[in-house]
Nanobody, 124 residues
Framework: QVQLVESGGGSVRAGGSLRLSCVAS????????MGWFRQAPGKEREGVAF???????NYASSVKGRFSISKDNAKNTLYLQMDSLKPEDTAMYYCAAGQGIAWDLLREWQYQSWGQGTQVTVSP
């Protein structure tokens, strides 16, 4: 239904910045929401940030003040600006899209479409 392609990952030093992009294609419902998740090897996938159809945004406590999620509707692109990166931010980052009524949009099971992931590595 919705195809998502992430890009922008890479390797940076602690304190550096990266901007992830996620291009969405296909049908996107009016009530859709999008989020960023990450997963480090051997750990569970965790929600990082989301933005709903009204533009409401929220973040995991671990990234508040450092990360910013945004959308460019004209380009069907979701962004995650990551500043002040820490080694613990190292993970595969995934873009996700969902539709319908959802209470907690940092929960993995609220999303139906997923990108392939882009690797972020932060060295000390």
């Amino acid at each position: 239904q919705v195809q998502l392609v992430e890009s922008g990952g890479g390797s940076v030093r602690a304190g550096g910045s990266l901007r992830l992009s996620c291009v969405a294609s296909g049908y996107i419902a009016s009530d859709y929401y999008m989020g960023w998740f990450r997963q480090a090897p051997g750990k569970e996938r965790e929600g990082v940030a989301f933005i709903d159809s009204d533009g409401y945004r929220n973040y995991a406590s671990s990234v508040k003040g450092r990360f910013s999620i945004s959308k460019d509707n004209a380009k069907n692109t979701l962004y995650l600006q990551m500043d002040s990166l820490k080694p613990e931010d190292t993970a595969m980052y995934y873009c996700a899209a969902g539709q319908g009524i959802a209470w907690d949009l940092l929960r993995e099971w609220q999303y139906q479409s997923w990108g392939q992931g882009t690797q972020v590595t932060v060295s000390p």
